[in-house]
């Protein structure tokens, strides 16, 4: 819909263009003055003559300047906004948040000499160095190091929304309200305030009832992690185990801290109750409503069987990683809705604001609550308290609320993006976990190997995650693709890249 309804009034331009980009409305098509302008800007954006940090003219001045409504111009920088190549920054005016997309590198043509080196020896060498056989502890920070024009990696949100002006505002309040003594030691669990509004979100958006004082504030799911290996270790448990395909990170940090993490089946119906059962292993991780990375849900026959699982003794520990990310289907509930004996569960913000923040939280059955605030308390004596209470101000005021709803009209429009540029250049790909999350994993036909291909990838500057990666046991080969924090323009190219890289490797 176009909003500024300019279809009207087309063709009454009294300006004679404007020296900004050198824009000429009579260029533009009939009925399509917005369309036109905004096509403009991502096309100057994405050759680099609008770079990273620059600023758009005011929207009255190129209104002027092109003798068109404010409206026309208004409805162009909206839509650039919705794409997330542009921000709002008040007074600092519309600035550009994206980074310009270069065009891939021409395939070249095979060599006529027969001693060339085949493409598949170059590829196999640039695995080697960028994608080993056995993904090691460094291994993410290796990937996030390595320069790419367009970065595909899952698990953030889109960072470029973050609500600077929201939070500064929340800071401000605060702070002003703050009296000397919070400013001291304070309660290992975490602020009061935060523990109460996580509460009342988690009631409001995951069907949770949980009391304030059930809470534990953590810095993210990462030592969430480490704090429960610490406290089951402590009640004898050396085995956790874990979805397959799961999460190589999740799995990384159980290893750390000793875990064994024995791997078990995961099918349409998510994870695979009776192979956990006759693993005979104490505890289980899942991502029950969104199962990383596949995407699927656990059913409602898994979960009842999964209750009488835990009834008999097993520990669920609930990774409730990006639930609320979700497009095409209803929500679904968390298990901690429905259980609370034996059931550890654990969320953050890293999905929802950014992860840098570094704030999660957990619920502990009440056997285990006491042993996880002491391990807590011996880690760090509690999480910055400053942030605690500008999140705990964004979450009373609503402001949450209308984040998440930005993000999903963000994040459903470059999902639909990336599953267009799927069909087009990567023929015969499989798409999984379509309906909810920020990513999308896609299968191939055929058994090469899958780190072969996000190597190709790299080297045509995309940045990918392999299937393999995040498996145990042999899969298909995949990869998993995060269209979150990516502009659908970016999103196109690099499938368009990694499409090439597939064409050249099988």
């Not at 669920?316 to 059931?343: G, Q």
């Not at 993000?407 to 999984?432: E, F, K, S």
């Not at 995060?482 to 499938?495: H, M, Q």
Request: glycine share 10%; no cysteine; charged share 20%.
């Amino acid at each position: 819909m176009n909003r500024s309804n300019d279809a009207g009034d087309d063709r009454t331009i009294t300006g004679t263009g404007a020296d900004f980009l050198q824009l000429d409305p009579a260029d533009a098509p009939p009925g399509g003055l917005s369309d036109w302008l905004a096509g403009r800007l991502r096309d100057a954006i994405g050759d680099g003559r609008l770079p990273l940090g620059g600023r758009l003219p005011a929207s009255r001045v190129l209104a002027a300047d092109l003798g068109v409504s404010r409206g026309v111009v208004t409805e162009a920088y909206q839509r650039l906004v919705d794409d997330g190549h542009v921000a709002g920054r008040g007074r600092g005016g519309t600035v550009v948040v994206a980074a310009p997309l270069a065009p891939p590198p021409p395939s070249s043509p095979t060599p006529p000499h027969p001693a060339a080196p085949p493409a598949r020896t170059e590829l196999a060498d640039t695995t080697d160095s960028a994608f080993p056989g056995v993904p090691g502890s460094e291994v993410f920070d290796a990937l996030r190091a390595a320069p790419a024009r367009v970065d595909l990696s899952p698990g953030v949100p889109d960072l470029a929304a973050f609500p600077r002006a929201a939070w500064l505002r929340a800071e401000r309040s605060v702070l002003a309200e703050l009296s000397a003594p919070a400013l001291g030691y304070g309660d290992p669990r975490g602020t009061p305030a935060l523990r109460t509004a996580v509460a009342a979100w988690l009631a409001r958006n995951r069907g949770i009832r949980a009391d304030p004082d059930d809470i534990i504030i953590v810095a993210g799911t990462a030592q969430a992690l480490g704090l429960l290996a610490r406290v089951l270790t402590g009640d004898g448990i050396q085995d956790i185990a874990v979805e397959d395909p799961g999460s190589l990170g999740t799995r990384q940090h159980l290893a750390y801290w000793g875990m064994g993490t024995p791997p078990i089946p995961v099918d349409a119906g998510g994870v695979r109750v009776d192979r956990l059962r006759a693993s005979g292993a104490p505890a289980v991780l899942l991502t029950p409503a969104h199962q990383f990375p596949t995407g699927v849900v656990l059913d409602g026959p898994r979960r009842r069987d999964l209750m009488h699982w835990n009834a008999a003794g097993g520990i669920v520990i609930e990774d409730d990683y990006d639930a609320e990310h979700r497009y095409d289907r209803p929500p679904v509930a968390a298990l901690r809705s429905m259980l609370t004996e034996r059931l550890f569960y654990a969320g953050s913000v890293s999905k929802l604001l950014a992860p840098a923040l570094r704030i999660g939280w957990v619920l502990a059955p009440p056997g285990h609550r006491d042993a996880l605030v002491d391990a807590k308390r011996f880690a760090d004596l509690g999480n910055a308290a400053l942030p605690q209470l500008v999140l705990a101000r964004l979450m009373e005021s609503g402001e949450m609320e209308r984040h998440l709803r930005l993000l999903r009209r963000r994040h459903r429009r470059r999902r639909d993006t990336m599953i267009t540029a799927i069909r087009a250049h990567l023929p015969g790909a499989v798409v999984h976990g379509a309906a909810a999350g920020l990513h999308l994993t896609v299968t191939f036909p055929g058994t090469f190997p899958d780190t072969a291909l996000a190597a190709a990838a790299l080297a045509r500057g995309v940045k990918t995650q392999p299937l393999s990666w995040h498996g145990q046991r042999r899969h298909r080969p995949g990869l998993v693709l995060g269209y979150a924090a990516a502009t659908p323009s970016s999103i196109t190219g690099g499938i368009a890249a990694i499409g090439d890289a597939l064409h050249h490797l099988t």
